[in-house]
């Protein structure tokens, strides 16, 4: 499952279909384009005028076509993956300053849809630091924990000892160089947690593996999750017995349940009946849990040569180690501890700004279920006022299978995760079931966009299957950083907070470019369209065409592609997966800003020679010079589309087109030097550029037509919107109706579509069976249908 592979980004799959929408209107407006030219100058030359056939019209052919090329170059969108890459570049180069090491570039942008976060708790919500704060030793509950002295000293040698050997020997705790400082943990946590308590009982765990090194060790029973344990087999000592003896900490439910016996308040070994596992996990467990304190529990098992106590066992060479149910059972309870890993002080605001911007926050943890709740109310993940569904990993399981060892229904999970918060007690493939869950998802307007935080092996079928995989840096293993897309370098929630802020913002930058784009695609396209039919001639040579392409591609993607990102950006909802890139509100300046440009062409085209008292280009034959009037055209588009391209900056209605302009240099920048580059090509171009100089007068009536944008786009910022949204959400359910309705359909004809030869019996019960499906799936879906549209 680790080599699932993930689908087009989001991002990716609408830039696709918008860019194959908009190159087929491109090529049927050049193909018409070229075909009206060539037909009216064929009628008017060979039937109208009565001319005979002369290689000369080859050359009007050859400009038709031109112009034919030309309309389609301007209006296929080939600078949009250059926006794309520009934009992912320079984003991922940022957000190394922001601890995201972004390892595969679509993830950047993909982040900015994110729709729902499954997090680890340790490490990611909390500071990964942890202290023991509470015990239960000696059927006594420590709410502080106590002294050495306080306690059986054969009891604090076991701990010490169980603690000491029963760990990784690469965790260890390194004194702090200045004092007043928290000595440095090294590895494993949890296992710093307990040799932190050895340390504070003045006991050295150096000294006991000095004793017991890893040589010594006879047998390991790893921690994994499936058994949420660790166990170690050592030589016991002589004046114990010799033998072996085992070591055991892990979840104390789990271990509690494999303790017989544990030591009572006289320090003396007692049985450990069913009643009192239920008790402790009850009235000490769970007290600690709720408080968020992860709980371990310590025991122990000697295998003795001589007479064993009740609480021993004999040591005999027919003892199968590898039996672990046997080796692992019967043990004495010596101590459960309450671990405390804090929240860490900024996790609760980021997961507030998380929620603000429609992005659910769901933990998914291995801990007890009361632990992880505690965790989730400390960090604003549950709220008091919601009925959010808090599950183990065993109840999750249950609910989405119609059997225990049944496959999972998709429809009976999509009945859990939408209200589902906290996911404790679960297993890796309990993390990668609820996310491939989600992302497959049978809800309409329901598919989420998910991130996942990992840092085990484990954690690899979840992060690859994620829309976005993000590995812990500090605590992660190699295998979860090989299968993520992000590594966070501090292992810190609020680092995934920027990820999605800077992907939103490679997101609106895209958007941006498009909205700045799209509207010099129709007013290019619509202007040679028209001369084609009006004037037989394109009023936009082929390489003023190619300059303004110039601007619009490679230019304005660099510009519009290094904008920074701000709070703003977290204060709407994510896009998702079916939201339309182009908007309600960017298809209204599309249309609003080609409009007054068009318009304004159409004004300088036909009425020129009047407004300015220069000669009419529109009879300009093949070969003459360039004109001012068609120069002045070509002026005021290029100042239009400048001046537009401010306006693109802003793409959710905002009415300052100027707010944050300063932080944006290269933006400036690249403006400015266009601008000059304008002035220079209308003066100095000549033939090159069929542009001609203009006077003082005329190039203030250019800038006044471009600056005219600024106000115009205030104008159309103020259209109503409303009517538009109702119209697409209109065609959007149509759409979903139209769906039910195949599938009916689909029905209808699996249930005919069966051969003669198969017994009648058989087809009576396909048929039942399949009409069954119908309704529940017909159901399903106009449910949802409803629900969303309401």
């Known amino acids: 499952e680790a080599n699932t592979k993930k689908d087009k980004s989001v991002l990716q799959a609408k830039l696709t279909k918008l860019a194959l929408q908009i190159g087929y209107g491109g090529t049927v407006v050049a193909v018409l384009t070229v075909l009206i030219l060539v037909i009216r100058f064929s009628v008017e030359t060979f039937f109208v005028e009565g001319r005979s056939w002369s290689l000369q019209y080859i050359q009007q052919f050859v400009k038709f076509f031109i112009i034919g090329v030309t309309v389609l170059v301007v209006a296929v969108p080939e600078g949009l993956p250059l926006a794309v890459t520009l934009s992912l570049a320079y984003s991922v180069r940022k957000m190394m300053y922001d601890n995201n090491l972004v390892r595969h570039l679509h993830a950047c942008e993909t982040m900015g849809n994110a729709t729902a976060i499954c997090s680890d708790k340790t490490g990611t919500l909390t500071t990964n630091r942890m202290t023991v704060v509470q015990c239960y030793i000696a059927d006594r509950t420590y709410r502080r924990v106590p002294q050495s002295k306080d306690l059986p000293r054969h009891i604090v040698d076991t701990i010490v000892t169980l603690i000491s050997i029963n760990s990784g020997y690469t965790s260890k705790l390194i004194p702090p160089a200045t004092p007043g400082e928290l000595p440095k943990q090294v590895g494993n946590k949890t296992e710093c947690a307990l040799l932190g308590l050895v340390t504070q009982w003045g006991r050295s765990y150096e000294s006991e593996r000095s004793e017991i090194t890893e040589e010594h060790i006879f047998k390991v029973f790893t921690f994994n999750s499936v058994r949420k344990s660790m166990s170690t087999v050592v030589p016991g000592r002589r004046d114990q017995g010799g033998g072996y003896r085992v070591f055991t900490k892990g979840a104390s439910e789990i271990v509690l349940k494999k303790c017989s016996w544990i030591h009572s308040r006289n320090a003396e070994v007692r049985k450990l009946s069913v009643s009192d596992i239920s008790w402790i996990i009850s009235n000490v467990v769970e007290p600690m849990a709720s408080e968020g304190y992860r709980t371990l529990c310590l025991a122990y098992k000697n295998y003795v040569t001589d007479t064993p106590k009740p609480n021993e066992e004999m040591a005999s060479e027919t003892i199968d180690w590898d039996m672990e149910d046997n080796i692992v059972n019967n043990l004495t309870c010596l101590a459960i501890l309450g671990i405390e890993d804090p929240v860490r002080p900024e996790v609760p605001q980021a997961i507030r700004k998380c929620q603000r911007s429609g992005i659910t926050v769901r ?275 290029v100042m239009m589309t400048l001046f537009n391209e401010i306006n693109a900056r802003k793409i959710h209605g905002q009415r300052n087109v100027f707010e944050g302009l300063t932080r944006n240099i290269v933006f400036i920048v690249i403006w400015t030097s266009t601008f000059i580059l304008q002035i220079i090509i209308v003066e100095f171009g000549g033939t090159a550029f069929s542009t001609t100089n203009l006077t003082l007068e005329q190039w203030v009536w250019c800038f006044l037509f471009g600056s005219g944008e600024l106000l115009w786009g205030q104008v159309v910022i103020s259209f109503p919107t409303h009517r538009l949204i109702k119209y697409r959400t209109k065609n959007s359910k149509e759409k979903c109706t139209q769906k039910l309705e195949m599938l009916e359909k689909q029905f209808e004809t699996d249930e005919d579509d069966f051969s003669d030869d198969i017994p009648k019996g058989q087809i009576l019960w396909i048929r039942g069976l399949t009409r069954l499906q119908h309704q529940v799936c017909s159901f399903i879906i106009s449910q949802k249908l409803q629900n969303h549209f309401n």
């Open 363 to 637: 933990m998914v943890t291995g801990d007890n279920i009361n632990t992880a709740k505690s965790i989730a109310i400390k960090c604003g993940i549950l709220l008091s006022r919601d009925n959010s569904l808090v599950l183990d990993g065993t109840t999750f399981n249950k609910l989405i299978r119609d059997r225990p060892d049944g496959p999972v229904r998709q429809e009976l999970l999509d009945k859990v995760w939408p209200m589902l918060r906290v996911l404790a007690r679960s297993s890796p493939a309990d993390k990668y079931t609820l996310v491939k869950g989600m992302i497959e998802s049978r809800l309409f307007k329901k598919r989420e966009v998910v991130a996942v935080t990992g840092d085990g092996t484990n954690d690899g079928p979840a992060l690859k299957r994620a829309d976005v995989g993000f590995a812990m840096g500090i605590a992660g293993t190699d295998v979860a950083k090989e299968a993520s897309d992000i590594i966070l370098m501090d292992d810190n929630f609020t680092s995934i907070v920027k990820a999605v802020m800077w992907g939103r913002n490679v997101y609106d930058s895209i958007a941006k470019f498009l909205q700045f784009q799209l509207t010099v695609n129709v007013v290019a396209v619509f202007v040679a369209f028209l001369g084609a039919c009006a004037i037989k001639d394109s009023p936009l040579k082929a390489i003023q065409m190619l300059w303004v392409n110039l601007i619009m591609d490679t230019l304005a993607s660099l510009a519009l592609a290094t904008e920074l990102p701000s709070e703003e950006l977290l204060e709407r909802k994510p896009y998702g997966r079916t939201k339309p890139l182009i908007s309600t509100m960017m298809l209204v300046n599309i249309a609003g800003h080609a409009i007054y440009q068009i318009s304004i062409i159409l004004l300088v085209l036909f009425y020129g020679e009047t407004l300015f008292d220069i000669d009419n280009g529109r009879e300009i034959g093949l070969h003459s010079p360039p004109s001012q009037h068609f120069t002045i055209i070509f002026n005021a588009f």
